[in-house]
């Protein structure tokens, strides 16, 4: 009580005083909170990521750099590593356990959206030196299960920049015979969209481009509803 007395005191003698005290003291909580909220969301971001993929796929990944920025949106993964899901481990049949190797990926997201477990991205770039595709049987391929997966977490904003580079990808089926066969192709291709205000259309020039490089394991999963 004589603290809040001595305030009032002060209040009525210097008003100006205590205005700018006040302001003063709210900038500062403005300025701590800012800070936190940049911190917290610049360390639990990637595991926010990880967890999302995860969920909606069954595939883990691990970077070794993250990098995610609460007022921009912008996101840097570098060296990328998604695994694939345990129904591909088929042991020495199939050593790498590997799906995609990305070298670079750099992302525009709605912090909002990925508070609640979903990717709403305004900018994608990603440079792939390497993807390995698996089909087990004529139902299950881990091309498919990846791009279904991430469709029902991801959404593309308008007006969306999109940038892809894939330089070797691994095509090993299953389901011909006991013992699997693998291919392996230089697709060394890129594709860049700007300014997309039509996503069904974009990934549809996607899936022709791999189709261009000789990559319909790829494209067809692009073309799965």
Do not use: W
Request: with cysteine; charged share 20%.
């Amino acid at each position: 009580m004589k603290l809040l007395s001595k305030f009032g005191g002060f209040a009525k003698r210097e008003p100006l005083g205590c205005c700018f005290a006040a302001a003063f003291s709210l900038a500062l909580v403005g300025a701590f909170a800012t800070a936190f909220a940049f911190v917290f969301y610049a360390v639990f971001a990637p595991a926010l990521m990880r967890n999302a993929v995860k969920s909606a796929t069954g595939f883990d990944a691990t970077a070794q750099r993250v990098y995610a920025n609460l007022f921009t949106g912008y996101c840097e993964i570098e060296n990328l590593s998604i695994d694939n899901g345990e129904i591909y481990n088929l042991g020495d049949a199939l050593p790498d356990k590997n799906f995609i190797t990305a070298k670079k990926i750099e992302m525009e997201l709605s912090p909002l959206a990925l508070l609640r477990g979903k990717l709403r991205v305004s900018e994608f770039r990603a440079d792939v030196p390497h993807i390995n595709c698996i089909r087990l049987n004529n139902y299950t391929c881990n091309v498919d299960e990846f791009v279904g997966g991430m469709r029902k977490i991801t959404e593309a904003a308008a007006g969306l920049s999109f940038s892809l580079r894939l330089e070797t990808a691994v095509y090993t089926d299953c389901s011909a015979s006991a013992k699997p066969i693998s291919k392996k192709q230089n697709i060394d291709m890129s594709f860049e969209r700007n300014g997309v205000s039509d996503t069904a259309k974009m990934l549809g020039e996607l899936a022709a481009a791999f189709d261009a490089a000789d990559a319909m394991f790829i494209s067809n999963a692009l073309l799965k509803q």
